[in-house]
């Protein structure tokens, strides 16, 4: 077995970590299945100003060096992804500069669309076929065996165009937005899985979860009937009951938003059913690491 890998994914809503190890067959994983994250809210009024906003990156820098004091103490080195955020904005140097003074030992590397999504495929799908919906903070990736396509559509983003309001009129204005914005370049076919913090989120709140865990998560099939039923519970709560959940503490503004990009999704892909996975682009880029014999 070869040495630990740390991976950070630096995403438009939070920074992820985990110290992944590889196994004999070759796939990486978590060992215990924990991944820890820090919600910054990287991509926050980005697409109003285009710009990362100071203090975001300040809390987006603390918890990369948090995680990358974590790693050392673990006998592994750092490496991080940065997703839609920061490919997108004008200031981006400012923040990759501000890591490489903050984290020296950590390399980061900023990936396109298409290959966050190709890299989430890798790792979640791990050589089978079928169809991968990743819902971010910041986009969304569809990504079949002979494609990968990225969208600046994620739960973060739709926040800032629609804050909470009736859930009608947060879908209406979600699907308008989606229908003008997401083109597919081909056929997306079944079996559906998916991945990122607003399903995997939705399938643990399915599941009835009080704590979060993903080991179980590839047992469930979110159906459209499922979803739908789940998004008006949550919307009638409110959201400061929906804060009070042990899940959504540091989601449950944004969770109508991503679960309806989910429901518009699945009605335009006709997912009869898609099964989520806690598994996905750490795992790509820390087996992309080791193809490229960087790690």
Not at 57 to 80: I, L, N
Not at 95 to 122: H, I, N, T, W
Not at 184 to 205: E, H, K, N, R
Not at 233 to 255: C, F, N, T, W, Y
Request: glycine share 12%.
């Amino acid at each position: 077995m070869s040495a630990p890998v740390a991976v950070l994914d630096i995403g438009s809503n939070s920074v992820r970590f985990a110290i992944l190890e590889r196994s004999q067959e070759g796939a990486f994983f978590v060992p215990g299945g924990r991944k820890e994250i820090c919600t910054t809210r990287l991509g926050k009024g980005l697409d109003k100003t285009g710009r990362l906003s100071p203090a975001a990156m300040e809390a987006t820098v603390a918890a990369c060096r948090r995680f990358c004091d974590k790693a050392e103490a673990g006998g592994a080195r750092g490496y991080a992804y940065a997703t839609s955020a920061v490919r997108d904005a004008s200031n981006r140097q400012e923040l990759l500069d501000a890591l490489k003074a903050a984290c020296p030992e950590m390399q980061v590397f900023l990936l396109s669309g298409e290959e966050e999504g190709r890299l989430a495929y890798e790792g979640a799908m791990g050589g089978s076929a079928g169809t991968l919906l990743d819902i971010g903070g910041g986009s969304a990736q569809v990504a079949t065996p002979s494609w990968s396509v990225s969208f600046p559509t994620g739960c973060v983003r739709a926040q800032d165009l629609c804050p909470e309001d009736a859930l009608p009129r947060m879908r209406d204005t979600i699907y308008t937005w989606l229908n003008g914005r997401v083109t597919l370049p081909g056929p997306a076919s079944a079996p559906f899985f998916g991945v990122g913090g607003t399903i995997t989120t939705l399938g643990a709140l399915l599941l009835q979860q009080s704590r979060y865990d993903g080991s179980q998560l590839s047992a469930l099939r979110i159906t459209p009937e499922l979803l739908n039923a789940l998004l008006q519970r949550l919307s009638a709560l409110g959201d400061e009951k929906r804060a009070q959940m042990p899940l959504l503490i540091r989601r449950h503004d944004v969770i109508l938003q991503g679960g309806l990009i989910l429901s518009w999704f699945m009605e335009t892909l006709h997912i009869k059913a898609l099964t989520p996975t806690d598994r996905g682009g750490m795992e790509g880029f820390a087996g992309w690491l080791f193809e490229k014999g960087i790690a």
